[in-house]
Protein backbone atom coordinates (compact mmCIF):
# COMPACT_ATOMS: atom_id res chain seq x y z
CA UNK A 1 0.00 0.00 0.00
CA UNK A 2 1.38 3.66 -1.07
CA UNK A 3 0.47 6.84 0.60
CA UNK A 4 -1.05 8.01 -2.81
CA UNK A 5 -3.62 4.90 -2.67
CA UNK A 6 -5.17 6.35 0.05
CA UNK A 7 -4.57 9.99 -1.09
CA UNK A 8 -6.55 9.06 -4.13
CA UNK A 9 -9.87 7.60 -2.37
CA UNK A 10 -9.80 10.17 0.00
CA UNK A 11 -9.77 12.86 -2.99
CA UNK A 12 -12.61 11.01 -5.34
CA UNK A 13 -14.32 11.33 -1.65
CA UNK A 14 -13.75 14.94 -1.38
CA UNK A 15 -12.55 16.68 -4.20
CA UNK A 16 -9.58 18.93 -3.64
CA UNK A 17 -11.43 21.30 -5.71
CA UNK A 18 -14.29 21.91 -3.24
CA UNK A 19 -11.79 23.01 -0.87
CA UNK A 20 -12.66 27.22 0.39
CA UNK A 21 -10.14 29.51 -1.21
CA UNK A 22 -8.50 30.46 1.93
CA UNK A 23 -7.95 26.46 3.05
CA UNK A 24 -4.98 24.42 2.41
CA UNK A 25 -5.99 20.61 1.90
CA UNK A 26 -4.13 17.76 0.01
CA UNK A 27 -0.42 16.32 1.37
CA UNK A 28 1.14 18.84 3.36
CA UNK A 29 4.34 17.22 4.61
CA UNK A 30 6.01 13.53 2.81
CA UNK A 31 6.04 11.81 -0.43
CA UNK A 32 2.96 10.29 -1.54
CA UNK A 33 4.89 7.47 -3.41
CA UNK A 34 6.61 5.63 0.04
CA UNK A 35 4.95 2.74 1.74
CA UNK A 36 2.22 3.29 4.29
CA UNK A 37 2.81 1.57 7.29
CA UNK A 38 -0.65 3.12 8.77
CA UNK A 39 -2.85 5.69 8.69
CA UNK A 40 -3.61 8.10 12.21
CA UNK A 41 -7.13 10.01 12.03
CA UNK A 42 -7.24 13.21 13.85
CA UNK A 43 -8.93 16.88 14.02
CA UNK A 44 -5.96 18.54 14.67
CA UNK A 45 -1.80 17.68 14.29
CA UNK A 46 -0.55 18.23 17.92
CA UNK A 47 2.76 17.67 19.21
CA UNK A 48 1.07 14.91 21.00
CA UNK A 49 -1.03 13.22 18.10
CA UNK A 50 2.84 12.93 16.16
CA UNK A 51 3.97 11.30 19.30
CA UNK A 52 1.11 9.07 18.79
CA UNK A 53 1.90 8.52 15.30
CA UNK A 54 5.66 7.84 16.14
CA UNK A 55 5.09 5.22 18.91
CA UNK A 56 2.25 3.57 16.70
CA UNK A 57 5.04 3.07 14.01
CA UNK A 58 2.12 4.95 11.30
CA UNK A 59 4.00 7.06 8.84
CA UNK A 60 0.67 8.76 7.34
CA UNK A 61 -1.63 11.22 9.62
CA UNK A 62 -5.03 12.44 8.46
CA UNK A 63 -6.26 16.02 9.83
CA UNK A 64 -9.62 17.71 9.32
CA UNK A 65 -7.87 20.96 10.48
CA UNK A 66 -4.61 21.73 7.92
CA UNK A 67 -1.17 21.78 10.26
CA UNK A 68 -0.02 24.37 7.90
CA UNK A 69 -2.72 27.10 6.62
CA UNK A 70 -0.43 29.77 5.31
CA UNK A 71 3.20 29.48 3.81
CA UNK A 72 6.01 28.82 5.68
CA UNK A 73 8.69 31.68 5.75
CA UNK A 74 11.34 29.91 8.94
CA UNK A 75 11.11 26.72 10.02
CA UNK A 76 13.65 27.29 12.98
CA UNK A 77 11.48 25.29 15.54
CA UNK A 78 9.70 28.38 17.49
CA UNK A 79 6.06 27.59 17.00
CA UNK A 80 4.44 24.13 16.95
CA UNK A 81 3.64 24.00 13.57
CA UNK A 82 7.65 24.56 12.66
CA UNK A 83 8.91 21.79 15.55
CA UNK A 84 5.95 19.26 14.03
CA UNK A 85 6.70 19.60 10.45
CA UNK A 86 10.73 19.22 11.28
CA UNK A 87 9.58 16.40 13.54
CA UNK A 88 7.52 14.63 11.16
CA UNK A 89 10.00 15.33 7.89
CA UNK A 90 12.83 13.36 10.49
CA UNK A 91 10.66 10.79 10.66
CA UNK A 92 9.59 10.11 7.62
CA UNK A 93 5.60 10.96 8.22
CA UNK A 94 3.56 12.61 5.66
CA UNK A 95 0.55 14.68 7.06
CA UNK A 96 -2.40 15.26 4.83
CA UNK A 97 -5.33 17.42 5.67
CA UNK A 98 -9.20 17.44 4.27
CA UNK A 99 -10.85 20.28 5.55
CA UNK A 100 -13.20 22.59 3.70
CA UNK A 101 -13.84 19.65 0.62
CA UNK A 102 -14.87 17.68 3.34
CA UNK A 103 -17.13 20.35 4.67
CA UNK A 104 -18.50 20.66 0.73
CA UNK A 105 -19.89 17.52 0.13
CA UNK A 106 -22.77 15.80 0.93
CA UNK A 107 -21.57 12.71 2.80
CA UNK A 108 -19.15 14.81 4.84
CA UNK A 109 -18.65 16.66 7.63
CA UNK A 110 -22.49 18.21 8.26
CA UNK A 111 -23.98 14.93 7.07
CA UNK A 112 -22.41 13.37 10.21
CA UNK A 113 -23.86 16.30 12.39
CA UNK A 114 -27.25 15.52 11.16
CA UNK A 115 -27.06 12.23 11.42
CA UNK A 116 -25.93 12.35 15.45
CA UNK A 117 -28.92 14.56 15.56
CA UNK A 118 -31.61 12.42 13.75
CA UNK A 119 -32.43 14.76 10.91
CA UNK A 120 -34.46 13.27 7.45
CA UNK A 121 -34.50 14.61 4.09
CA UNK A 122 -31.17 16.45 4.27
CA UNK A 123 -29.88 18.92 1.74
CA UNK A 124 -27.52 21.36 1.38
CA UNK A 125 -28.23 24.83 3.19
CA UNK A 126 -26.84 26.54 0.52
CA UNK A 127 -26.15 24.41 -2.67
CA UNK A 128 -23.50 24.47 -4.94
CA UNK A 129 -22.82 27.72 -7.17
CA UNK A 130 -21.58 27.56 -10.86
CA UNK A 131 -20.34 23.29 -10.55
CA UNK A 132 -22.28 21.51 -13.03
CA UNK A 133 -21.07 21.35 -16.64
CA UNK A 134 -23.22 19.46 -19.24
CA UNK A 135 -21.75 17.32 -22.04
CA UNK A 136 -23.04 16.43 -25.43
CA UNK A 137 -21.42 14.28 -28.10
CA UNK A 138 -22.49 11.82 -30.84
CA UNK A 139 -21.78 8.58 -31.55
CA UNK A 140 -22.71 5.49 -33.74
CA UNK A 141 -26.37 4.45 -32.91
CA UNK A 142 -24.58 0.68 -32.26
CA UNK A 143 -22.15 2.18 -29.66
CA UNK A 144 -24.54 4.46 -27.80
CA UNK A 145 -24.94 2.32 -24.86
CA UNK A 146 -21.44 1.70 -25.09
CA UNK A 147 -20.48 5.95 -24.60
CA UNK A 148 -23.24 6.14 -22.20
CA UNK A 149 -22.58 3.40 -19.63
CA UNK A 150 -18.29 4.81 -19.61
CA UNK A 151 -19.52 8.10 -18.95
CA UNK A 152 -22.30 7.23 -15.98
CA UNK A 153 -19.59 5.01 -14.38
CA UNK A 154 -17.05 8.27 -14.69
CA UNK A 155 -19.94 10.26 -12.89
CA UNK A 156 -21.88 11.91 -15.14
CA UNK A 157 -25.79 11.85 -15.14
CA UNK A 158 -26.56 11.76 -11.15
CA UNK A 159 -29.61 14.64 -10.56
CA UNK A 160 -30.52 13.97 -7.06
CA UNK A 161 -31.33 10.39 -6.22
CA UNK A 162 -31.25 8.93 -9.76
CA UNK A 163 -28.32 8.33 -11.85
CA UNK A 164 -27.59 7.17 -15.11
CA UNK A 165 -29.62 10.49 -15.99
CA UNK A 166 -29.25 11.11 -20.29
CA UNK A 167 -31.17 12.77 -22.95
CA UNK A 168 -30.33 10.85 -26.59
CA UNK A 169 -31.62 12.11 -29.89
CA UNK A 170 -30.92 10.25 -33.28
CA UNK A 171 -29.96 12.87 -36.33
CA UNK A 172 -27.09 12.07 -38.70
CA UNK A 173 -23.60 12.86 -39.06
CA UNK A 174 -21.49 13.81 -41.91
CA UNK A 175 -17.82 13.74 -42.09
CA UNK A 176 -14.92 13.67 -44.80
CA UNK A 177 -12.07 11.88 -43.70
CA UNK A 178 -8.62 13.51 -44.67
CA UNK A 179 -5.29 11.59 -45.93
CA UNK A 180 -3.24 9.95 -42.92
CA UNK A 181 -6.66 9.20 -41.17
CA UNK A 182 -8.06 5.96 -39.90
CA UNK A 183 -11.79 6.58 -40.01
CA UNK A 184 -13.66 3.85 -37.58
CA UNK A 185 -16.33 4.04 -41.22
CA UNK A 186 -16.44 5.58 -44.56
CA UNK A 187 -13.62 6.10 -46.80
CA UNK A 188 -10.67 8.84 -47.08
CA UNK A 189 -11.96 11.90 -49.17
CA UNK A 190 -15.48 11.11 -49.45
CA UNK A 191 -18.52 12.51 -48.05
CA UNK A 192 -19.79 10.04 -45.16
CA UNK A 193 -23.12 9.65 -43.92
CA UNK A 194 -23.61 7.92 -40.36
CA UNK A 195 -26.51 7.06 -38.33
CA UNK A 196 -25.97 8.93 -35.13
CA UNK A 197 -26.85 9.35 -31.37
CA UNK A 198 -26.66 12.59 -29.55
CA UNK A 199 -26.43 11.74 -25.59
CA UNK A 200 -26.41 14.74 -23.13
CA UNK A 201 -25.87 14.18 -19.93
CA UNK A 202 -24.84 16.55 -16.67
CA UNK A 203 -21.66 16.41 -14.62
CA UNK A 204 -20.04 17.73 -11.84
CA UNK A 205 -16.90 20.62 -13.20
CA UNK A 206 -14.32 18.35 -10.56
CA UNK A 207 -15.03 15.26 -12.38
CA UNK A 208 -14.63 17.10 -15.97
CA UNK A 209 -10.98 15.21 -16.81
CA UNK A 210 -12.11 11.58 -15.62
CA UNK A 211 -15.39 12.38 -17.85
CA UNK A 212 -13.72 13.13 -20.95
CA UNK A 213 -11.19 10.75 -20.44
CA UNK A 214 -13.96 7.76 -20.95
CA UNK A 215 -15.40 9.37 -23.47
CA UNK A 216 -12.45 9.52 -25.64
CA UNK A 217 -11.67 5.83 -24.70
CA UNK A 218 -14.86 4.39 -25.22
CA UNK A 219 -15.62 6.06 -28.48
CA UNK A 220 -14.62 4.20 -31.54
CA UNK A 221 -14.01 7.50 -33.83
CA UNK A 222 -10.69 8.84 -34.11
CA UNK A 223 -11.68 11.89 -33.75
CA UNK A 224 -14.48 12.35 -31.05
CA UNK A 225 -16.83 15.52 -31.08
CA UNK A 226 -18.03 16.91 -28.17
CA UNK A 227 -19.42 20.00 -26.50
CA UNK A 228 -18.81 21.12 -22.95
CA UNK A 229 -21.39 23.80 -21.51
CA UNK A 230 -21.64 25.40 -17.73
CA UNK A 231 -24.50 25.74 -16.59
CA UNK A 232 -26.56 27.87 -13.69
CA UNK A 233 -28.03 25.08 -12.03
CA UNK A 234 -27.21 24.49 -8.53
CA UNK A 235 -25.63 21.60 -7.26
CA UNK A 236 -27.23 19.39 -4.89
CA UNK A 237 -24.62 17.37 -4.47
CA UNK A 238 -22.11 19.76 -2.62
CA UNK A 239 -22.56 23.19 -0.42
CA UNK A 240 -22.35 24.62 3.01
CA UNK A 241 -23.87 23.38 5.71
CA UNK A 242 -27.07 21.04 5.98
CA UNK A 243 -30.74 21.18 6.70
CA UNK A 244 -33.00 18.78 7.34
CA UNK A 245 -36.04 17.72 9.48
CA UNK A 246 -36.73 16.06 12.63
CA UNK A 247 -39.38 13.36 12.74
CA UNK A 248 -40.75 14.09 16.24
CA UNK A 249 -40.31 18.01 16.79
CA UNK A 250 -38.96 19.21 20.18
CA UNK A 251 -38.59 21.69 22.61
CA UNK A 252 -36.47 24.73 23.27
CA UNK A 253 -34.65 22.90 25.78
CA UNK A 254 -34.99 19.30 25.25
CA UNK A 255 -33.57 19.76 21.85
CA UNK A 256 -30.59 21.91 23.59
CA UNK A 257 -30.57 18.38 26.09
CA UNK A 258 -30.06 16.26 22.72
CA UNK A 259 -27.14 18.81 21.47
CA UNK A 260 -24.88 18.30 24.70
CA UNK A 261 -25.65 15.15 24.61
CA UNK A 262 -25.06 14.06 21.34
CA UNK A 263 -21.79 16.20 21.42
CA UNK A 264 -20.66 15.82 24.67
CA UNK A 265 -19.99 19.46 25.27
CA UNK A 266 -19.47 21.54 28.26
CA UNK A 267 -22.08 24.39 27.94
CA UNK A 268 -23.94 25.29 24.62
CA UNK A 269 -24.93 29.00 24.11
CA UNK A 270 -27.79 29.88 22.98
CA UNK A 271 -29.94 32.97 21.34
CA UNK A 272 -33.63 34.14 22.28
CA UNK A 273 -35.89 31.51 20.51
CA UNK A 274 -39.79 31.79 20.77
CA UNK A 275 -41.78 29.07 22.40
CA UNK A 276 -42.46 26.59 19.22
CA UNK A 277 -41.21 22.83 18.80
CA UNK A 278 -38.36 22.54 16.61
CA UNK A 279 -38.67 20.56 13.75
CA UNK A 280 -36.56 21.69 10.58
CA UNK A 281 -32.85 22.37 11.66
CA UNK A 282 -29.96 23.54 9.79
CA UNK A 283 -26.21 22.87 10.66
CA UNK A 284 -22.19 23.94 9.73
CA UNK A 285 -19.54 22.28 11.36
CA UNK A 286 -17.36 24.23 12.77
CA UNK A 287 -17.07 28.08 12.37
CA UNK A 288 -20.54 28.89 10.88
CA UNK A 289 -21.81 32.26 11.43
CA UNK A 290 -21.37 33.40 7.71
CA UNK A 291 -24.43 31.01 7.38
CA UNK A 292 -26.54 32.19 10.19
CA UNK A 293 -28.54 34.78 7.22
CA UNK A 294 -28.92 31.43 4.85
CA UNK A 295 -30.40 29.72 7.73
CA UNK A 296 -33.08 32.51 8.30
CA UNK A 297 -33.62 32.70 4.71
CA UNK A 298 -34.65 29.16 4.47
CA UNK A 299 -36.85 29.43 6.89
CA UNK A 300 -35.53 26.76 10.12
CA UNK A 301 -36.21 26.64 13.30
CA UNK A 302 -32.67 26.05 14.59
CA UNK A 303 -29.47 26.37 13.16
CA UNK A 304 -26.56 24.57 14.95
CA UNK A 305 -22.82 25.55 14.82
CA UNK A 306 -19.47 26.62 16.40
CA UNK A 307 -17.56 29.68 17.23
CA UNK A 308 -20.83 32.29 17.38
CA UNK A 309 -20.24 35.89 18.23
CA UNK A 310 -21.50 37.74 20.35
CA UNK A 311 -23.53 40.31 18.24
CA UNK A 312 -24.58 37.66 15.85
CA UNK A 313 -26.68 36.31 18.34
CA UNK A 314 -29.07 39.09 18.10
CA UNK A 315 -29.29 38.22 14.28
CA UNK A 316 -32.14 36.23 15.16
CA UNK A 317 -34.62 38.26 16.77
CA UNK A 318 -36.14 35.20 18.21
CA UNK A 319 -37.11 33.73 14.82
CA UNK A 320 -34.80 30.92 14.80
CA UNK A 321 -32.53 28.93 17.50
CA UNK A 322 -28.79 29.46 17.36
CA UNK A 323 -27.14 26.93 19.03
CA UNK A 324 -23.05 27.65 19.73
CA UNK A 325 -22.39 23.95 20.36
CA UNK A 326 -18.44 24.37 20.01
CA UNK A 327 -16.01 24.21 17.26
CA UNK A 328 -14.21 20.78 18.34
CA UNK A 329 -17.31 19.44 19.28
CA UNK A 330 -19.35 20.05 16.08
CA UNK A 331 -16.62 18.61 14.04
CA UNK A 332 -15.52 15.23 16.31
CA UNK A 333 -17.44 13.18 14.37
CA UNK A 334 -15.51 14.14 11.59
CA UNK A 335 -12.86 10.98 12.50
CA UNK A 336 -15.16 8.19 12.51
CA UNK A 337 -16.48 9.44 9.12
CA UNK A 338 -13.10 9.41 7.53
CA UNK A 339 -12.25 6.04 9.54
CA UNK A 340 -15.95 4.46 7.92
CA UNK A 341 -14.67 5.63 4.40
CA UNK A 342 -11.02 4.50 4.48
CA UNK A 343 -11.99 0.94 5.88
CA UNK A 344 -14.56 0.66 3.53
CA UNK A 345 -12.46 0.43 0.63
CA UNK A 346 -9.60 -0.95 2.40
CA UNK A 347 -11.08 -3.04 5.24
CA UNK A 348 -7.57 -5.01 5.99
CA UNK A 349 -5.34 -1.64 6.16
CA UNK A 350 -4.33 -0.14 9.34
CA UNK A 351 -6.28 2.75 9.92
CA UNK A 352 -6.93 3.99 13.62
CA UNK A 353 -8.66 7.01 15.51
CA UNK A 354 -6.24 9.09 17.37
CA UNK A 355 -7.03 8.14 21.30
CA UNK A 356 -5.91 11.74 21.62
CA UNK A 357 -8.60 14.78 22.70
CA UNK A 358 -6.84 18.02 20.67
CA UNK A 359 -10.01 20.02 21.89
CA UNK A 360 -7.69 23.42 22.85
CA UNK A 361 -10.98 24.84 24.96
CA UNK A 362 -11.78 23.71 28.15
CA UNK A 363 -15.23 23.84 30.22
CA UNK A 364 -15.04 25.06 33.98
Known sequence: MKIRDIIYELEQFAPLTLQESYDNVGLLIGNASDDCSGALITLDVTEDVLEEAISKKINLIISHHPLIFGGLKKITGNTATE???????????????????????????????????????????????????????????????????????????????????????????????????NPFVGKIDELHRESEIRIESIFPFFLENKIIHALLTSHPYEEVAYDIYSLENKNQQTGAGMKGILENPLPKMAFLQLLKEQFRTGSIRYSDFKDKPIKS?????????????????????????????????????????????????????????????????????AVRISELNTNSVHYF
Open 83 to 181: RITMKAIKNDIAVYAIHTNLDNIIDGVNAMICEKIGLKQLSPLVPGQKQLRKLITYCPVDHAEIVRNAIFEAGAGHIGNYDSCSFNSEGVGTFKAGAGT
Open 281 to 349: VAVCGGAGSFLIHKALSAGVDAFITGDIKYHDFFIPEGRILLADIGHYESEQYTKELLFNQITKIFPTF
